[in-house]
Protein backbone atom coordinates (compact mmCIF):
# COMPACT_ATOMS: atom_id res chain seq x y z
CA UNK A 1 0.00 0.00 0.00
CA UNK A 2 2.93 1.83 -0.15
CA UNK A 3 1.53 5.05 -2.50
CA UNK A 4 3.18 8.34 -2.29
CA UNK A 5 1.10 10.98 -4.87
CA UNK A 6 2.13 14.36 -5.77
CA UNK A 7 -1.20 16.46 -5.37
CA UNK A 8 -1.99 19.17 -8.44
CA UNK A 9 -2.42 22.50 -7.43
CA UNK A 10 -0.24 22.39 -4.52
CA UNK A 11 2.58 25.26 -4.52
CA UNK A 12 4.78 23.36 -2.19
CA UNK A 13 6.20 20.00 -3.20
CA UNK A 14 6.31 18.29 0.00
CA UNK A 15 6.36 14.37 0.19
CA UNK A 16 2.73 13.11 0.40
CA UNK A 17 1.31 9.36 0.95
CA UNK A 18 -1.79 7.27 0.72
CA UNK A 19 -3.97 7.05 -2.29
CA UNK A 20 -5.13 10.49 -3.90
CA UNK A 21 -8.77 9.90 -4.29
CA UNK A 22 -11.59 12.23 -5.33
CA UNK A 23 -14.49 10.92 -3.73
CA UNK A 24 -13.20 10.19 -0.18
CA UNK A 25 -14.70 11.56 2.96
CA UNK A 26 -12.57 13.17 5.19
CA UNK A 27 -12.49 11.81 9.69
CA UNK A 28 -12.12 13.33 12.93
CA UNK A 29 -10.51 11.75 15.45
CA UNK A 30 -9.21 12.14 19.39
CA UNK A 31 -6.50 11.71 21.54
CA UNK A 32 -6.37 10.35 24.78
CA UNK A 33 -2.59 9.90 26.45
CA UNK A 34 -3.88 8.12 29.57
CA UNK A 35 -6.10 6.08 27.88
CA UNK A 36 -4.54 2.57 29.12
CA UNK A 37 -5.94 4.20 32.64
CA UNK A 38 -9.50 4.20 32.22
CA UNK A 39 -11.40 1.93 34.07
CA UNK A 40 -14.27 -0.11 31.42
CA UNK A 41 -16.86 2.11 32.85
CA UNK A 42 -14.94 5.53 32.02
CA UNK A 43 -14.01 4.08 28.88
CA UNK A 44 -17.46 3.07 28.27
CA UNK A 45 -18.47 6.51 28.74
CA UNK A 46 -15.76 7.62 26.13
CA UNK A 47 -16.27 5.36 23.46
CA UNK A 48 -19.88 5.44 23.96
CA UNK A 49 -20.00 9.46 23.17
CA UNK A 50 -16.84 9.50 20.67
CA UNK A 51 -19.14 6.94 18.71
CA UNK A 52 -22.07 9.03 18.50
CA UNK A 53 -19.67 11.81 16.42
CA UNK A 54 -18.38 9.68 14.14
CA UNK A 55 -14.63 10.04 15.31
CA UNK A 56 -12.69 6.91 13.80
CA UNK A 57 -9.45 7.32 15.27
CA UNK A 58 -8.41 7.41 18.21
CA UNK A 59 -4.62 8.38 19.23
CA UNK A 60 -3.33 6.60 22.71
CA UNK A 61 0.29 6.65 23.88
CA UNK A 62 2.13 4.21 26.19
CA UNK A 63 4.03 6.15 28.84
CA UNK A 64 2.95 5.46 32.45
CA UNK A 65 0.92 7.50 34.85
CA UNK A 66 0.62 7.53 38.71
CA UNK A 67 -1.86 9.37 39.37
CA UNK A 68 -5.49 11.12 37.77
CA UNK A 69 -5.29 13.01 34.91
CA UNK A 70 -7.00 16.04 33.48
CA UNK A 71 -9.74 15.58 36.93
CA UNK A 72 -10.29 11.36 35.11
CA UNK A 73 -9.83 8.66 37.84
CA UNK A 74 -7.49 6.37 36.59
CA UNK A 75 -6.19 3.06 37.31
CA UNK A 76 -2.28 3.76 37.28
CA UNK A 77 0.26 2.17 35.10
CA UNK A 78 4.06 1.89 34.94
CA UNK A 79 5.94 2.41 31.87
CA UNK A 80 6.54 -0.29 29.40
CA UNK A 81 10.32 -0.14 30.24
CA UNK A 82 9.69 0.94 34.25
CA UNK A 83 13.27 0.32 35.34
CA UNK A 84 15.75 -1.35 32.84
CA UNK A 85 15.85 -0.58 29.01
CA UNK A 86 14.56 -3.69 27.39
CA UNK A 87 13.13 -5.25 30.29
CA UNK A 88 9.25 -4.86 29.57
CA UNK A 89 6.41 -4.59 32.01
CA UNK A 90 3.58 -5.15 29.30
CA UNK A 91 0.88 -4.02 31.48
CA UNK A 92 0.30 -1.11 29.39
CA UNK A 93 -0.20 -3.08 26.25
CA UNK A 94 -2.76 -5.56 28.20
CA UNK A 95 -5.00 -2.42 29.27
CA UNK A 96 -4.58 -1.46 25.48
CA UNK A 97 -5.57 -5.33 24.67
CA UNK A 98 -8.96 -4.81 26.17
CA UNK A 99 -9.50 -0.77 24.76
CA UNK A 100 -8.91 -1.36 21.15
CA UNK A 101 -11.89 -4.31 21.42
CA UNK A 102 -14.19 -2.04 23.10
CA UNK A 103 -13.07 0.70 20.37
CA UNK A 104 -13.52 -1.48 17.65
CA UNK A 105 -17.67 -2.31 18.79
CA UNK A 106 -17.75 1.40 18.66
CA UNK A 107 -16.27 1.38 15.02
CA UNK A 108 -12.63 3.16 16.68
CA UNK A 109 -9.44 2.09 15.32
CA UNK A 110 -6.30 2.73 17.67
CA UNK A 111 -3.15 4.90 16.44
CA UNK A 112 -0.58 3.93 19.10
CA UNK A 113 2.33 6.49 19.79
CA UNK A 114 5.20 4.24 20.72
CA UNK A 115 6.64 7.05 23.12
CA UNK A 116 6.22 10.77 23.99
CA UNK A 117 9.47 13.31 23.97
CA UNK A 118 7.07 14.27 27.04
CA UNK A 119 8.18 10.93 29.09
CA UNK A 120 12.24 11.74 27.46
CA UNK A 121 11.82 15.12 29.00
CA UNK A 122 10.48 14.31 31.80
CA UNK A 123 13.27 11.48 33.22
CA UNK A 124 11.69 8.61 32.30
CA UNK A 125 13.87 5.14 31.90
CA UNK A 126 15.71 6.69 28.22
CA UNK A 127 15.64 10.23 29.57
CA UNK A 128 18.07 9.47 32.74
CA UNK A 129 20.11 7.67 31.01
CA UNK A 130 20.58 9.56 27.78
CA UNK A 131 18.80 13.11 28.50
CA UNK A 132 16.87 14.57 25.60
CA UNK A 133 19.85 14.77 23.36
CA UNK A 134 21.88 11.78 23.36
CA UNK A 135 18.85 9.49 22.76
CA UNK A 136 18.54 10.87 18.96
CA UNK A 137 22.10 11.15 18.69
CA UNK A 138 23.62 8.18 19.83
CA UNK A 139 23.88 4.08 18.71
CA UNK A 140 22.74 2.53 21.85
CA UNK A 141 19.63 4.54 22.38
CA UNK A 142 18.50 3.77 18.59
CA UNK A 143 19.45 0.14 19.09
CA UNK A 144 17.67 0.13 22.12
CA UNK A 145 14.65 2.12 21.22
CA UNK A 146 14.02 0.04 17.95
CA UNK A 147 13.96 -3.38 20.16
CA UNK A 148 11.18 -1.44 21.96
CA UNK A 149 9.19 -0.76 18.69
CA UNK A 150 9.86 -4.54 17.78
CA UNK A 151 8.55 -5.65 21.51
CA UNK A 152 5.36 -3.36 21.12
CA UNK A 153 4.75 -4.56 17.14
CA UNK A 154 5.39 -8.31 18.39
CA UNK A 155 3.02 -8.14 21.36
CA UNK A 156 0.32 -11.20 21.66
CA UNK A 157 -2.79 -9.67 22.27
CA UNK A 158 -3.86 -11.36 25.10
CA UNK A 159 -7.47 -12.37 24.08
CA UNK A 160 -7.15 -12.36 20.32
CA UNK A 161 -3.91 -14.63 20.14
CA UNK A 162 -2.23 -12.39 17.37
CA UNK A 163 0.38 -9.71 17.72
CA UNK A 164 -0.31 -6.27 17.28
CA UNK A 165 1.24 -5.94 14.19
CA UNK A 166 -1.05 -7.97 12.32
CA UNK A 167 -4.32 -6.52 13.95
CA UNK A 168 -5.37 -4.25 11.15
CA UNK A 169 -8.77 -4.76 12.06
CA UNK A 170 -8.04 -2.91 15.56
CA UNK A 171 -4.85 -0.47 14.69
CA UNK A 172 -4.93 2.20 12.62
CA UNK A 173 -1.24 2.75 12.98
CA UNK A 174 1.73 3.34 14.73
CA UNK A 175 3.35 6.36 15.58
CA UNK A 176 6.66 5.07 14.63
CA UNK A 177 8.90 7.52 16.81
CA UNK A 178 7.62 9.63 19.52
CA UNK A 179 4.85 12.10 20.59
CA UNK A 180 6.53 15.35 19.28
CA UNK A 181 10.27 14.04 19.02
CA UNK A 182 13.19 16.50 19.99
CA UNK A 183 10.30 19.44 20.17
CA UNK A 184 12.32 21.15 22.82
CA UNK A 185 15.08 21.21 20.42
CA UNK A 186 14.15 23.47 18.27
CA UNK A 187 13.72 23.24 13.77
CA UNK A 188 17.31 23.04 13.40
CA UNK A 189 18.02 20.62 15.53
CA UNK A 190 14.79 18.42 14.02
CA UNK A 191 15.86 19.07 10.65
CA UNK A 192 19.39 17.95 11.42
CA UNK A 193 18.09 14.45 12.93
CA UNK A 194 15.35 14.12 10.56
CA UNK A 195 17.42 10.30 10.04
CA UNK A 196 16.27 9.89 13.56
CA UNK A 197 12.28 9.37 12.39
CA UNK A 198 13.11 7.78 9.42
CA UNK A 199 14.99 4.99 10.78
CA UNK A 200 12.57 4.30 13.50
CA UNK A 201 9.81 4.22 10.74
CA UNK A 202 11.73 1.95 8.62
CA UNK A 203 12.39 -0.38 11.36
CA UNK A 204 8.57 -0.32 12.03
CA UNK A 205 8.00 -0.84 8.23
CA UNK A 206 10.26 -3.44 8.06
CA UNK A 207 8.20 -5.70 11.47
CA UNK A 208 4.04 -4.64 9.69
CA UNK A 209 5.80 -5.81 6.19
CA UNK A 210 4.72 -3.85 2.89
CA UNK A 211 1.34 -5.22 2.55
CA UNK A 212 0.26 -4.34 5.70
CA UNK A 213 -2.79 -2.25 6.08
CA UNK A 214 -1.85 -0.47 9.44
CA UNK A 215 -0.10 2.88 8.46
CA UNK A 216 3.01 4.15 9.87
CA UNK A 217 3.24 8.17 10.54
CA UNK A 218 4.91 10.30 12.20
CA UNK A 219 4.23 11.90 15.68
CA UNK A 220 4.17 16.16 15.10
CA UNK A 221 6.14 18.55 16.79
CA UNK A 222 5.52 22.31 17.08
CA UNK A 223 3.94 23.96 13.79
CA UNK A 224 3.37 23.44 10.65
CA UNK A 225 7.07 23.81 9.36
CA UNK A 226 8.52 22.25 12.18
CA UNK A 227 5.98 19.02 11.81
CA UNK A 228 6.61 18.62 7.97
CA UNK A 229 10.35 16.85 7.84
CA UNK A 230 11.13 13.79 6.98
CA UNK A 231 10.83 12.74 3.60
CA UNK A 232 11.16 9.01 4.04
CA UNK A 233 9.76 5.90 2.08
CA UNK A 234 8.77 4.12 4.80
CA UNK A 235 6.47 7.00 6.28
CA UNK A 236 3.22 6.43 5.05
CA UNK A 237 1.53 9.52 6.64
CA UNK A 238 3.17 12.80 7.99
CA UNK A 239 1.12 14.55 10.81
CA UNK A 240 0.87 17.92 12.08
CA UNK A 241 0.62 19.99 15.05
CA UNK A 242 0.47 22.98 15.10
CA UNK A 243 -0.33 25.18 18.53
CA UNK A 244 -0.51 28.54 16.75
CA UNK A 245 -3.69 29.29 14.97
CA UNK A 246 -2.62 30.39 11.92
CA UNK A 247 -1.37 27.33 10.72
CA UNK A 248 -4.79 26.37 10.59
CA UNK A 249 -5.77 28.50 7.44
CA UNK A 250 -6.92 26.13 4.80
CA UNK A 251 -4.44 27.82 2.58
CA UNK A 252 -1.92 27.07 5.09
CA UNK A 253 -2.65 23.24 5.01
CA UNK A 254 -2.68 23.15 1.60
CA UNK A 255 0.34 24.36 1.98
CA UNK A 256 2.05 20.67 3.03
CA UNK A 257 -1.43 18.54 2.82
CA UNK A 258 -1.35 15.95 5.88
CA UNK A 259 -3.28 14.61 8.67
CA UNK A 260 -3.81 15.40 12.05
CA UNK A 261 -3.19 18.42 14.00
CA UNK A 262 -4.17 19.63 17.11
CA UNK A 263 -6.92 22.41 17.62
CA UNK A 264 -4.96 24.56 20.01
CA UNK A 265 -3.79 27.78 20.92
CA UNK A 266 -0.18 28.40 21.64
CA UNK A 267 2.72 26.69 22.35
CA UNK A 268 2.76 25.05 24.63
CA UNK A 269 1.82 27.69 27.46
CA UNK A 270 -1.91 28.63 27.69
CA UNK A 271 -4.67 29.12 29.75
CA UNK A 272 -8.13 28.50 29.88
CA UNK A 273 -10.05 30.62 26.71
CA UNK A 274 -13.71 31.59 27.76
CA UNK A 275 -16.16 29.29 26.22
CA UNK A 276 -17.71 31.38 23.18
CA UNK A 277 -14.16 31.80 22.04
CA UNK A 278 -13.22 28.15 22.42
CA UNK A 279 -16.32 26.91 20.77
CA UNK A 280 -16.24 30.00 17.98
CA UNK A 281 -12.34 28.47 16.85
CA UNK A 282 -13.09 24.59 16.90
CA UNK A 283 -15.84 25.37 14.49
CA UNK A 284 -13.89 27.65 12.54
CA UNK A 285 -10.56 25.41 12.50
CA UNK A 286 -12.04 22.80 11.96
CA UNK A 287 -13.60 23.41 8.86
CA UNK A 288 -10.99 25.13 7.88
CA UNK A 289 -8.75 21.92 8.04
CA UNK A 290 -11.56 20.17 6.68
CA UNK A 291 -11.81 22.65 3.67
CA UNK A 292 -7.84 21.30 2.93
CA UNK A 293 -9.04 18.02 2.77
CA UNK A 294 -7.22 16.33 5.80
CA UNK A 295 -8.66 14.60 8.68
CA UNK A 296 -7.66 16.03 12.26
CA UNK A 297 -7.63 14.62 15.59
CA UNK A 298 -8.84 16.73 19.03
CA UNK A 299 -6.59 16.91 21.72
CA UNK A 300 -8.60 15.53 23.81
CA UNK A 301 -12.18 14.20 24.36
CA UNK A 302 -12.04 13.74 28.27
CA UNK A 303 -15.08 11.54 29.07
CA UNK A 304 -15.73 13.74 32.61
CA UNK A 305 -15.87 17.49 32.69
CA UNK A 306 -13.47 19.58 32.02
CA UNK A 307 -11.39 20.35 35.37
CA UNK A 308 -9.41 23.79 33.01
CA UNK A 309 -6.09 23.02 34.22
CA UNK A 310 -3.26 24.82 32.39
CA UNK A 311 -2.64 24.19 28.97
CA UNK A 312 -6.34 23.94 29.12
CA UNK A 313 -7.43 22.40 25.28
CA UNK A 314 -9.55 19.43 26.45
CA UNK A 315 -13.31 18.98 26.09
CA UNK A 316 -15.24 16.74 28.39
CA UNK A 317 -17.59 14.75 27.22
CA UNK A 318 -21.48 16.60 28.00
CA UNK A 319 -19.25 19.79 28.50
CA UNK A 320 -20.01 23.30 27.05
CA UNK A 321 -17.76 22.91 24.15
CA UNK A 322 -19.21 19.21 23.51
CA UNK A 323 -21.99 19.74 21.07
CA UNK A 324 -19.59 21.90 18.91
CA UNK A 325 -16.86 19.55 18.84
CA UNK A 326 -19.61 16.68 18.14
CA UNK A 327 -20.87 19.01 15.37
CA UNK A 328 -17.56 19.65 13.63
CA UNK A 329 -16.80 15.76 13.86
CA UNK A 330 -19.65 14.71 12.31
CA UNK A 331 -18.55 17.38 9.65
CA UNK A 332 -15.54 15.94 9.35
CA UNK A 333 -16.90 12.95 8.11
CA UNK A 334 -19.20 14.72 5.34
CA UNK A 335 -16.06 16.54 4.46
CA UNK A 336 -13.74 15.51 1.10
CA UNK A 337 -10.30 14.73 1.88
CA UNK A 338 -7.47 14.37 -0.64
CA UNK A 339 -6.24 10.92 0.42
CA UNK A 340 -8.28 7.96 1.07
CA UNK A 341 -7.88 6.73 4.20
CA UNK A 342 -10.82 4.33 4.04
CA UNK A 343 -9.47 1.19 3.72
CA UNK A 344 -7.24 1.67 7.06
CA UNK A 345 -10.94 2.75 8.96
CA UNK A 346 -13.97 0.97 10.68
C1 LIG B 1 4.12 -4.77 36.11
O1 LIG B 1 3.40 -3.71 36.65
C2 LIG B 1 2.28 -4.11 37.43
C3 LIG B 1 1.50 -2.86 37.75
O2 LIG B 1 2.32 -1.94 38.43
C4 LIG B 1 2.76 -4.87 38.63
O3 LIG B 1 1.66 -5.29 39.39
C5 LIG B 1 3.55 -6.08 38.15
O4 LIG B 1 4.09 -6.75 39.26
C6 LIG B 1 4.67 -5.65 37.22
N1 LIG B 1 5.24 -6.84 36.62
C7 LIG B 1 6.52 -7.09 36.66
C8 LIG B 1 6.95 -8.32 35.98
O5 LIG B 1 7.32 -6.34 37.21
Request: charged share 15%; glycine share 8%.
Amino acid sequence: MKMKSFVPCITTAVALFTTFALAANSFAGSNLYYAAGLSSATRGTLLDALQGTGVKVLRVWLDGQSQSQKGTTIDPFPDLEPVTIGTYNDTVLERLDDFMIDAQAHGIKLLISMHSFNALQAGDIYGQIYGTGYFYEQTTPQQQFDARLEHVLNHVHTSLGKPWKQLSDYIFAFEASENEAMIGKGQQYIEDHQSWQCDRASMTKSVLGDNSDILVVTGGECWMDESVQPDCDALDVISIHAYGAGDFATSSIQTYLAISTRENDDCPTGGALDTNTRNSNIKTWASQIDAAGVPWLYWQIIPNADPHYGYDYEIGVGDASWSPFQAAALAAGQATAVFDYSEYLL
